[in-house]
């Protein structure tokens, strides 16, 4: 009985090894295959398949959209990074010099984009004045021009927080400064371990629906991060999101890896190890292709947010403001290029059916929705690594930004006859958030093609 029992062991054993790539002989399936097997193919509760929003993304639109991200409204970001954690104290401040946050000079920022006066266009900033005074009057007076009363209209309105989804920071404490994104790239940094872990196991164990026969590990790199079965198509999407999130982040970290460190220079490239302890099939025990779906299918859900607000961007007054007229016309152009581009595309998905059936249930399961969304943004500020707080804050808000535009009752997807509506806004903080976030996910899409290349030939 022994000696079966030993052979019985060695023999699976060996078959171990062959599964995994050891022992001298050729697996049954390739790196590749183990990352990206169900990685194809139709994404859950969507009507669209990986492959479309592959040719889609990384040839139709993540060229252009770099480009405008590179433009100076797009690439300047106003934030916080001193706000205190609302959760906890012990907060462990990374000290590596790849955690830090260059902010920028005043003389750096064009003059449109830091006035304080700045709302809309240089026509609203001959009204700032008079318009901030009838706010702080706390109502329109009639004796204002039609023009501004209309605008204090717009303001105030937007001045009602019910359709945020994010706890934004106050751009005007002397706390908030200006950031060039280009030149605080999201990358890896070394910032990782408990205190990383911390982070996201408060938000998947805190602040993700799910069923609570589920328990998940502090180490979120391992597995039973995927479980949202027997959740309702709200909570599972929110669920999704999340995750989505999560491996889109940790794309970019293993696309721009510190590879070489020495006192000469610094090399940041692909790390196909690091990928693959993410994302491959069995050392997640099969997380990590569920995790690759679910960051597609936060793609889909910010593609469908950007096509729905089309309108918002298309009003003749509207303008990417710097105070150089003729860059902000030609980005304007390239922006409606852009949006017209993703409003063609073939599969979006369909936010309606989200929060349907009773009124009061799904008003009151869009409200826990919004409040749980909210509570993961002001987590973000417990972050201890300075430029992953950065990054972390920008991409949640600008996620949040996506969900204000497909829940706002205010919003108005085809515009009216008589003009488009005024009541639905977004600040530069949101417009900025709102495409920077998405083209993170662009780019996370892009790399899974490059990703691919790489682990074709690794066993």
């Not at 209209?153 to 019910?162: E, G, I, P, R, V």
Request: proline residues 4%.
């Amino acid at each position: 009985m022994g000696r079966r029992w030993g052979l019985l062991v060695g023999v699976l054993g060996a078959v171990w090894l062959l599964g995994s790539g050891q022992g001298g002989r050729q697996p049954a399936e390739t790196a590749a295959q183990r990352c990206f097997c169900q990685v194809s193919g139709y994404l859950d509760d969507c009507t669209c398949d990986v492959e479309t929003v592959d040719r889609f993304n990384n040839y139709r639109l993540f060229p252009r959209l770099q480009n405008l991200l590179e433009s100076d409204y797009f690439r300047y970001y106003k934030v916080n990074l001193k706000r205190p954690c609302p959760f906890w104290n012990d907060i462990s401040q990374c000290g590596r010099r790849d955690c830090a946050v260059k902010p920028c000079q005043s003389d750096e920022v064009p003059d449109g984009i830091k006035s304080v006066s700045y709302k809309y266009s240089e026509e609203a900033n001959s009204l700032i004045e008079e318009c901030e005074q009838a706010e702080r009057l706390g109502a329109v007076d009639e004796s204002l021009s039609e023009e501004t009363q209309k605008a204090v209209l717009q303001w105030t309105k937007h001045d009602d927080s019910s359709d945020n989804f994010c706890e934004a920071d106050d751009i005007q404490s002397p706390d908030a400064e200006y950031v060039d994104l280009l030149l605080n790239p999201e990358r890896y940094t070394g910032y990782k371990g408990p205190d990383a872990w911390k982070i996201w196991n408060v938000i998947y164990e805190e602040n993700c629906f799910k069923p609570q026969t589920i328990k998940r590990p502090l180490n979120p790199l391992a597995s039973g991060q995927g479980k949202s079965e027997g959740l309702c198509v709200e909570k599972r999407a929110f669920y999704r999101l999340i995750s989505g999130l999560h491996a889109s982040i940790n794309v970019h970290l293993s696309a721009r890896y510190l590879l070489q460190d020495t006192w000469l220079e610094k090399k940041w490239g692909h790390n196909v190890t690091e990928f693959q302890q993410r994302f491959d099939g069995i050392l997640t025990k099969g997380e990590g292709p569920r995790r690759l779906k679910n960051l597609y299918f936060l793609y889909l859900i910010e593609l469908r947010a950007l096509s729905k607000v089309v309108p918002f961007f298309e009003r003749p007054d509207f303008q990417l403001f710097t105070g150089n007229k003729i860059q902000d016309a030609e980005n304007k152009m390239l922006l409606l290029e852009i949006l017209h581009e993703i409003k063609s595309f073939p599969l979006h998905f369909d936010e309606n059916s989200f929060f349907a059936g009773d009124k009061k249930e799904a008003n009151k399961l869009k409200e826990d929705f919004r409040l749980h969304f909210r509570n993961i943004s002001r987590i973000m500020d417990c972050v201890g690594c300075l430029k992953c707080r950065l990054w972390g804050k920008l991409q949640t808000q600008g996620l949040g930004t996506a969900l204000k535009i497909l829940f706002s009752e205010k919003l108005i997807a085809n515009m009216p006859e008589s003009g488009p509506s005024y009541e639905f806004h977004l600040t530069r903080q949101e417009i900025v958030s709102l495409f920077n976030a998405f083209g993170r996910i662009s780019t996370s899409v892009k790399e899974l093609e490059n990703f691919r290349k790489l682990l074709q030939n690794i066993h």
